[in-house]
């Protein structure tokens, strides 16, 4: 899904933050800082985007370069999804957000909820782990797994948050404005299909 441009700069970012990482020759960390910079030309010749802001956001990481984790928590009540709108582009999405370390994936869900939309949740089934290059989102600078848990309400009721100004339940036939750089239809219509289908497999890929 996602620009070949966008692919090969993910690609030589990778390989020179693991050789800056692990080298020692100072010809060759001269080389693979130059490899770093072509990745953040790459990056800025397709957005528009300032070399610097680029450099901050996208190439400045050390270690061996691994996939990011977005996890988000899949929640019905009377056979509507669980969406809240977003404030940073106005649109809705599930409750979710960046894996937290010292945090399991179903506990990132059930405080993302909480923290976003007020209910208070469990965790119930693993339903899904994408990678977000395979599907219709917005270009991305970072290598990123979904994760999806389906989750239960047990308490708690309707608040926004810091990061959402309001909170709603849709069917699959009204949704919302989607914050296509969280979730896709596609991805709406797969948490749908985990409702109607309580024993369905994981998806994956």
């Known amino acids: 899904m996602e620009p070949k441009w966008l ?15 692990y ?24 957005t528009n985007i300032q070399n610097t802001v680029i450099k901050d956001l996208f190439a400045n990481e050390s270690g ?14 009377n056979n509507k999804i669980l969406m809240v709108k977003e404030n940073t582009d106005g649109d809705w999405a599930l409750p979710g957000g ?7 994936p179903s506990e990132v869900a059930v405080k993302e909820v909480k923290e976003e939309s007020g209910f208070d949740v469990k965790a119930v089934k693993l339903i899904a782990i994408l990678d977000k290059k395979c599907h ?5 600078p970072y290598h990123l797994y979904k994760i999806f848990i389906l989750c239960e309400i047990i308490g708690g009721e ?9 909170v709603a339940f849709f069917d699959k036939k ?6 296509v750089a969280r979730n896709t239809e596609s991805q709406i219509m797969m948490a749908f299909k985990h409702l109607y289908k309580r024993d369905a497999s994981v998806d994956f890929d």
């Open 64 to 77: 061996f370069a691994t996939p990011k984790v977005d996890i988000r928590a899949v929640v019905f009540q």
């Open 158 to 166: 309707p608040q926004k948050g810091i990061e959402t100004s309001e």
């Open 7 to 21: 692919q090969w700069a993910k690609e030589l970012q990778s390989l020179a933050q693991a050789g800056l990482t």
């Open 98 to 104: 960046w894996g937290d370390i010292g945090l399991s």
């Open 174 to 179: 009204h949704l919302p404005n989607l914050s």
């Open 23 to 46: 080298s020692k020759d100072v010809y060759d960390i001269e080389r693979f800082e130059a490899i770093r910079n072509i990745s953040v030309e790459i990056v800025a010749q397709h």
């Open 136 to 140: 219709p989102h917005p270009p991305s």
